[in-house]
């Protein structure tokens, strides 16, 4: 087995990879997702031009957390926008 790209990995080791990339392939499945201290990451299981098995992981509490956030600030724009227009409603009568 090996690692080839772990640089963009937060506080998960190359042995902890390849652990979770056994217990990954032990399911038989070619997609699913594990977690990982306080993440999840979705994987995918593929093939390679040559044939070689190729695990891919994702990390989508990071997505998750974005989409929050933007869901937050969207709900305070849209309450805001309320109480201006209510407030240019008042003026103007």
């Known amino acids: 087995m090996t690692v080839v ?3 963009n990995v937060y506080q998960v080791n190359s042995t902890k990879i390849k652990s ?3 217990k990954a392939l032990s399911d038989h ?3 699913g997702s594990v977690d990982v201290g306080r993440n999840q990451y979705a994987y995918r299981v593929a ?3 040559v ?14 957390n974005r989409f929050w956030l933007l869901f937050r600030v969207a ?5 805001g926008s309320l109480i ?8 103007a009568k």
């Open 47 to 49: 093939k390679n031009s």
């Open 51 to 64: 044939g070689q098995t190729m695990v891919v992981f994702l990390n989508e509490t990071l997505i998750y």
């Open 75 to 79: 709900v305070v724009l849209g309450i």
């Open 5 to 7: 790209n772990d640089n």
């Open 20 to 22: 979770i990339t056994r």
């Open 29 to 31: 499945q070619d997609s």
């Open 84 to 91: 201006v227009f209510a407030v240019v409603l008042k003026i």
